[in-house]
């Protein structure tokens, strides 16, 4: 069953600060999305990566993409994203040839997931699963509060979650695509991972293990951790 990653990397990265759209920013020398592109496509499954661009860096990812040569097994797409992640998820979607049953969906902000972790997720659907999320146990302690009004405001704790049942979750995330599809065309409101749209229509989420590499570039100090894990393996 040929397997397809759709890379959401339209977003601007207002967290990681001022500069160029988060995806097109360089770690250790090569543009984020790259990293992200090629990670996905070190799986032999993966026959084809949709990437859904910044709608003004649609020319700039692909020349990007044609110029960092992918396995010869593996096709690419450019679509140009939109407002909301989930939009440009759709998007992406919107763009897959009909072959493909299963799809991935990967942050391009988790440029250094490992290969094993993606293979990993393909597994789990091809075994049936119609929706997999990679997931690692929290080093944490979380509490709910009782959001400020002003932030930084002192915030009321109102409860301790058990930490032993709490998951934080990953991509990429695996899918049937057509339960995605019908996911994206029938959940409204706001998610903030494609997995929770699948929750909402009744059906059962599995996670596997994760990998603290596929932790996600957010803010400033996540571009020293990508450039330190990318400096190890070029050991
Ligand atoms: N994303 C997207 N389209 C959007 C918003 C986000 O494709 N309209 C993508 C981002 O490019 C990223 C992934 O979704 O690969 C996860 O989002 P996040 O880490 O929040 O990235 P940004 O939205 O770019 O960052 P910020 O929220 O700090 O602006
Ligand atoms: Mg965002």
Same mark, same amino acid.
């Given at each position: %069953?040929?397997?397809?990653?759709? %890379? ?31 990670? &996905? ?28 040569? $992918? ?15 989930? @939009? ?13 049953? %299963? ?14 972790? *993606? ?16 997931? $690692?146990? $929290? ?18 704790? $109102? ?38 749209? %699948?929750?909402?229509?009744?059906? !059962? *989420? ?11 570039? !957010?803010?400033? &100090?996540?571009?020293?951790?990508? @450039? ?6 070029? &050991?």
């Amino acid at each position: %069953i040929p397997v397809a990653a759709v %890379i959401p990397a339209a977003g601007r990265g207002v967290r990681l600060g001022p500069g160029a759209p988060k995806a097109l920013r360089a770690l250790s020398g090569t543009p984020m999305l790259i990293h992200a592109v090629h990670a &996905l496509a070190a799986s032999r499954h993966v026959s084809l990566v949709v990437v859904v661009a910044p709608p003004e860096g649609a020319a700039e990812a692909k020349t990007l993409l044609d110029a960092h040569a $992918l396995p010869e097994r593996t096709d690419f797409l450019v679509v140009p994203g939109g407002d909301t992640r989930q @939009e440009s998820v759709r998007l992406g979607l919107d763009a897959l040839p009909p072959e493909y049953e %299963i799809v991935l969906v990967h942050d391009a902000a988790r440029p250094l997931v490992p290969v094993d972790t *993606v293979d990993a997720v393909i597994e789990a659907v091809r075994d049936g699963a119609p929706a997999v999320v990679p997931a $690692l146990p $929290l080093a944490d302690t979380v509490k709910e509060v009782e959001p400020a009004a002003t932030p930084g405001d002192p915030e009321p704790v $109102l409860s301790t979650p058990d930490r032993s049942r709490l998951r934080a979750v990953q991509t990429p995330q695996g899918f049937d695509r057509a339960t995605l599809v019908r996911a994206h065309e029938t959940v409204t409101g706001d998610v903030t991972d494609d997995a929770s749209m %699948i929750e909402r229509l009744g059906l !059962t *989420v599995v996670a596997v293990p994760g990998h603290e590499e596929a932790f996600k570039v !957010t803010r400033p &100090l996540d571009l020293v951790l990508a @450039e330190a894990v990318l400096a190890r393996r070029r &050991l």
